[in-house]
């Protein structure tokens, strides 16, 4: 079976929807060379170790050489505790000449990203514009966190990014309160924001020792 590597999160049509690759650490320091840690898992949450030959891996369509592969069969992916936040602001209606929305894009995203958990992982919604609200609390069962998604009304308002995290009630951070595992922090986002306070939000995340990935589907977004 051929498996693609990719860097982006996306559906990938020629990978079983029981199969996931998770993309944990992309390292372009060496670059032309590029560094991927991956996870590959099957429809058990069982850890798939492939040949080099089975992997391909493309760069804007075009096929990429693979150096070198090596993988740790005998680590198994560790539970988190996550906290989804969604962009729930007025820019999310856009669809940038897509068939879909970008808050359709989105909430897809996040409930693919839930079905590839490890199913030990909590999962807490939340989603913001000019307000803030934890949708859902942590929850190991998936069906009710994409129910929760799929619950968060149309989207409307400003984007309040520091807000989102640092609202005393219903912010990210308030979210992890109760947290079991590592904490993480997935932002999906169209990055069109009406304020950030940076500084803040990282130093809250150090303090607190939480991991934050923050994801835009804006393709004009100025990389920052």
Known sequence: MKYFLLFLLIILPKISISQAIVLTDVNGEEYPFINCEYILLDENDNKVVPDLNELELRENGLVQQILN????????????SVVLTIDNSSSMNENDGNPNNRSWVVRKAAKRFIDILNAQSEVSITYFSTDTKIQQTFT???????TAIDNIPTPLGNTYITKSFMDPNDGNFKALENAKYRKVIVFLTDGVSREVDENSIIDKAKSENVTIYNLSIYSKLDRE
């Open 69 to 80: 592969n090596e993988c740790d069969s005998k680590q198994k992916p560790e539970p988190i």
């Open 140 to 146: 190991t069962d998936k069906n009710i966190a994409k």
